[in-house]
């Protein structure tokens, strides 16, 4: 990925630079560099989003597009970011002198199928209780006093729109993880126990 991220378009992005639009065209990829992005969906009549994923250094999106269809979601940066811009020309040049890497991207598109089909079905077979445990226990890592803790800061916004449900339902269960002991909230940090 690094060798292709040198042939690509280097450009930096303020904090909130919607790279790409779900349903425009495109034909290329963003290789992020420095920095984090999101992919999600938003829908246009009630404004309620859904996050796909949150992704960093080395890894790419937009790979959907390549196909010459529409984007199938948008991606925003969170934080200032750098990119590497491939367009399918280039790509397409790569995968001439490197043919491994057509199994790369094939395996990061299969994976990502994988994912949404997961989702899709959690979605329909797990209430919300169910998703939001799996998300939080998914996100923690274990910490040198015995704990697991997820590092990054999620607002219960944050959460509803990965888990697909509304904000106010996100802090009913929060509230009643933290009353039953298993999960604790602290300064922004989410603990479980």
Known sequence: ?????????IAQHAKGTLLIQEGDVGDSIHIILWGRLRSFSVDAQSGREITYGIFGPGEYLGEMGLDGGPRSASVITLEPSVCALVRRAT????????????????TKAIRRARAATLSARQMALTDVYGRLTALLDSLAELQPDGMRSIGERLTHQDIAN???CTREMVSRVMRDLETGGHVQQERGV???R
């Open 1 to 9: 990925v690094r060798d292709l991220a040198r042939r690509g378009l």
């Open 91 to 106: 790509l397409e040049q790569f995968i001439t002198e490197h043919p491994s890497f057509a199994f790369e991207l094939l």
């Open 162 to 164: 990965r888990i697909g």
């Open 190 to 192: 989410i603990s479980l």
